[in-house]
């Protein structure tokens, strides 16, 4: 055997084994990309459902504050528990640019803003101030708190309507 067949034996050998080594490598990134993706829809079907649990327990407050009885309210809203992992995922491995346009990505990153520990206090310390003065006789009370429901009911929804539609593009 010759230098020349040696040669080319292992050229041959290494490029088939680089070509090899691209082709699971861009196997694995494929599985990789292509479950994430589908770990994203499932994270939006979970987060859709714990969104409309927040939209019933608005529902909840608004009968509470149309019957004068607010002071009977004892509702919670938890937006703390919205699941932004896969979406953090997305952010951080640059996948998210891959799939989405400025607009998407804005709404993902609003919708991580508006489920967060910070709106929950917010929310839940709105509550709270309407019950202490629904109890203190402070006039005007109903009135803000309707606004307020009004105000969640739209955010909320709006946010199922956006997030369903990135959910579906994918």
């Known amino acids: 055997m010759g230098f020349c067949e040696v040669f080319f034996g292992v050229a041959a050998g290494l490029i088939v084994g680089l070509l090899v080594h691209l082709l699971v490598t861009w196997y694995i990134n494929f599985n990789r990309e292509r479950n994430a993706v589908k770990y994203f829809k499932y994270e939006i079907d979970v987060n ?91 006039p005007g009370v109903k009135q803000r708190a309707e606004r307020q429901i009004k105000f969640w009911e739209y955010k909320f929804n709006d946010h199922i309507k956006k997030i369903n539609v990135i959910k579906d593009k994918l």
């Open 48 to 138: 859709v459902k714990k969104i409309n649990s927040f939209i019933k327990e608005l529902e909840n407050y608004k009968i509470k504050v149309l019957a004068d009885s607010l002071d009977s309210y004892y509702g919670y809203f938890y937006l703390g528990e919205i699941i932004p992992t896969t979406i953090n995922q997305f952010f951080l491995s640059g996948l998210i640019y891959k799939k989405f346009n400025y607009e998407e990505i804005e709404e993902l990153q609003k919708f991580i803003k508006d489920f967060s520990l910070n709106t929950e206090q917010y929310i839940n310390g709105q509550v709270k101030n309407n019950i202490q003065d629904f109890n203190n006789k402070i």
